[in-house]
């Protein structure tokens, strides 16, 4: 027999002095609870501890038992999920209150007792006697007539039971026997939430504690979902659920667009009343674990679902970073990112900002050439005076809204062709137009864009770092024209983070003692959108990136001239099959994203530009002349002339103000996708 047993008498005994051995923190609640016992009635008579499922109430409750049994108090106990709940069956249960002095009352699960709860403060428990102390928990903090009778004021303290510290459940899972090799694993699972961290060690405190990748067992996983979750009342509820734990922050209009067939405002209101639901400035969110559990349980259990749901989300977004203020747009970037980023440290969640976007002011200069100076070297703190110079428009300062002092900045330049003088200044910039030109040139109304710096006085991920993300994606999105995105990394521990981005290995350019990774995406093939739709969720695997030496293009780029030249042949050949099957626009963006039939999707794309002429009363006309000519089998185009009615002279004006609309619409086309 274990030594460490003979000395208890009963299971009971030896269950107490375990459950006491793992007992950590809640420092706090036992200072008020024992001011309380010291002396009720000068304290406070009702305590009422609230938090969400697995916070550790009942395990408070039951060191608060044994606290009063301590100090020589009578103590009740009663469970909310144990027994009658009636007025007549309460008053049975907590008699000995009416006959002991000094007596304790402890409520566990007191979201059971709601149908007695108006009963229980307005005549049950004004009846205790002197010096009698009571204890309710629950997960919903007490309703508003609690707190808004002055008469309870005095009397009742709310209590919220959060997350243990830190150092506390650190504390917890050595307690538990868990090595301390997966302490971070665990805690980045379990925060300082007290059951998942139980369960967790519970399940881990046997491994080897080498292994440091660590993930929750689903057995972990389902035991939590019963436990903190439940039963949900329908499929879509379970619906509007998972989509909380995937997103920042939820909303309404949130759950209107991606559950159109749902009553979003009911489901809403179903989820904010959960217990381990919490308020945020941009809507409410699950508790860490929740979320945690949530997603990860859907992603085992429907990888496919969990995967369009993801997708669906992200066509939310864009549209709404699309259609937005550029304030709105900024919102909803951010919880764009959270989809891509949570968990990789890339992110800073946050809900009150403490800096803010700006404009470069005048008394900036010093402030952000010390930045650069600090967090790169003097040579590129040169480069960034060169740019101040000469397009201080191109910087977004982030200031701390208290100090009004930048905080960080970010340098975007729009670039049409390559400058001389730029190049020669700034060899990061040489090295980018470089790279343009060989893999696929800038056409006639596309530019490059190239994020020089992006610079903060703290480390990233930092809320200037989230700003700043938000910015570079905003401009991908929101950018008409914009054929490469080029981001300048200058810290090497952060070019594999951002390495999806990029459509290569980071180029290698040195300034100074300073290498700086480039990395570089082409928006002439692909919308953002469809790029963002293609990144799989953080719980499935990523697709495989195109090394920098394999660059293979997907779709045809031609210039403007060879575009327009194209066009006007192809409508040209419009009633001969075998001829459009060989136009040069067939490999081309614009007819590739129409459909899988090369024909079918070139004769689709240009009768709707053709047909969108027909739409505005003022370029009618030119929808008739190029319809008459191309789409009619009109043999000549006298003969078009004559059967429209027109002098021949004012049926060629139109027709070349026809092709010439034509190839305008589809050339806006060609390089912003879908978007016209």
């Not at 375990?18 to 923190?25: D, L």
């Not at 409750?61 to 044994?66: D, M, T």
């Not at 992200?314 to 304030?327: K, L, M, N, T």
Request: aromatic content about 8%; glycine content about 6%.
């Amino acid at each position: 027999m274990n030594p460490e047993t003979r000395r208890f008498t009963s299971l009971a005994e030896r269950l107490r002095a375990a459950r006491q051995r793992t007992f950590v923190g809640r420092a706090a609640e036992l200072d008020l609870f024992r001011a309380a016992l010291d002396d009720a009635a000068e304290s406070f008579a009702v305590q009422f501890l609230t938090g969400p499922g697995g916070i550790g109430k009942s395990t408070l409750l039951r060191r608060f038992a044994e606290e009063a049994a301590a100090a020589g108090r009578t103590v009740v106990e009663i469970d909310g999920h144990q027994g009658s709940r009636t007025p007549e069956a309460f008053e049975a249960d907590a008699a000995t209150m009416f006959t002991h002095v000094g007596a304790v009352l402890l409520v566990d699960d007191f979201e059971a007792f709601e149908p007695i709860e108006d009963w229980l403060r307005e005549r049950f428990l004004p009846r205790l006697p002197a010096g009698a102390l009571v204890v309710l928990a629950g997960r919903r903090p007490p309703d508003a007539m609690w707190l808004s009778d002055p008469g309870w004021e005095d009397v009742l303290r709310v209590i919220a039971v959060g997350d243990l510290p830190r150092a506390d459940a650190v504390a917890l899972l050595t307690a538990r026997g868990v090595p301390s090799a997966l302490h971070p694993a665990l805690l980045t699972f379990a925060g300082g939430h007290p059951l998942a961290l139980s369960l967790a060690a519970s399940a881990e405190r046997n491994g080897e504690g080498e292994d440091a990748a660590w993930t929750p067992p689903q057995d972990v996983v389902g035991a939590l979902l019963t436990r903190l979750v439940g039963q949900v009342p329908s499929p879509v509820h379970r619906q509007a659920l998972e989509v909380s734990a995937h997103v920042r922050t939820t909303t309404e209009g949130l759950l209107r667009d991606v559950l159109p067939e749902a009553d979003a405002a009911a489901l809403f209101a179903w989820l904010r009343q959960l217990s381990f639901m919490e308020p945020a400035s941009s809507g409410i969110r699950p508790h860490d674990v929740i979320r945690e559990i949530l997603d990860i349980d859907l992603s085992w259990r429907d990888p496919q679902r969990y995967e369009d749901m993801h997708r669906g989300l992200i066509r939310h977004f864009v549209a709404e970073v699309r259609a937005g203020s550029d304030p709105v747009g900024f919102a909803q970037m951010e919880a764009l990112l959270y989809l891509l980023w949570d968990g990789s440290s890339l992110f800073s969640e946050r809900d009150a900002p403490h800096v803010h976007e700006d404009v470069l002011r005048s008394g900036d200069r010093d402030t952000i050439l010390e930045i650069a100076a600090k967090r790169t070297n003097e040579e590129t703190a040169a480069i960034v005076g060169f740019w101040l110079e000469r397009r201080p428009e191109t910087f977004a300062v982030f200031r701390d809204s208290v100090t009004g002092e930048p905080a960080g900045y970010m340098v975007s330049l729009r670039l049409t062709a390559p400058d001389d003088e730029e190049n020669s200044v700034d060899p990061v910039v040489a090295e980018a137009w470089s790279y343009v030109r060989r893999m696929s040139p800038l056409r006639d109304g596309e530019h490059l864009a190239i994020v020089r710096c992006m610079l903060s006085r703290d480390s990233f991920p930092s809320p200037v770092g989230d700003l700043i993300a938000a910015r570079v994606a905003t401009i991908a999105i929101r950018s008409e024209g914009v054929a490469w995105i080029c981001l300048v990394l200058s810290d090497p521990d952060r070019w594999k983070r951002f390495a999806v981005f990029g459509e290569q290995d980071a180029l290698l350019v040195s300034v100074g003692d300073r290498t700086f990774g480039l990395l570089c995406r082409n928006w002439q093939e692909t919308s953002p959108e469809a790029w963002l739709e293609q990144l799989k969720p953080r719980r499935t695997s990523q697709p495989v990136r195109m090394p920098h030496d394999r660059f293979v293009r997907r779709y045809e780029v031609l210039s403007r001239a060879e575009f327009d030249a194209a066009v006007r042949g192809a409508l040209r050949s419009w009633n001969r099959p075998d001829a459009l099957a060989n136009s040069p626009l067939i490999p081309t963006r614009v007819v590739a994203e129409a459909g899988p039939e090369p024909v079918d999707a070139l004769r689709r794309v240009l009768r709707e530009t053709v047909e969108r002429l027909d739409a505005d009363p003022r370029d009618a006309k030119l929808h008739r002349a190029i319809t008459m000519t191309f789409m009619q089998n009109t043999p000549t185009q006298q003969a078009a002339a004559d059967r429209l009615g027109l002098p021949f002279s004012t049926y060629r004006r139109h027709l070349t103000r026809g092709l010439d609309r034509v190839c305008e619409l589809l050339w806006r086309r060609e390089l912003l996708g879908e978007r016209r």
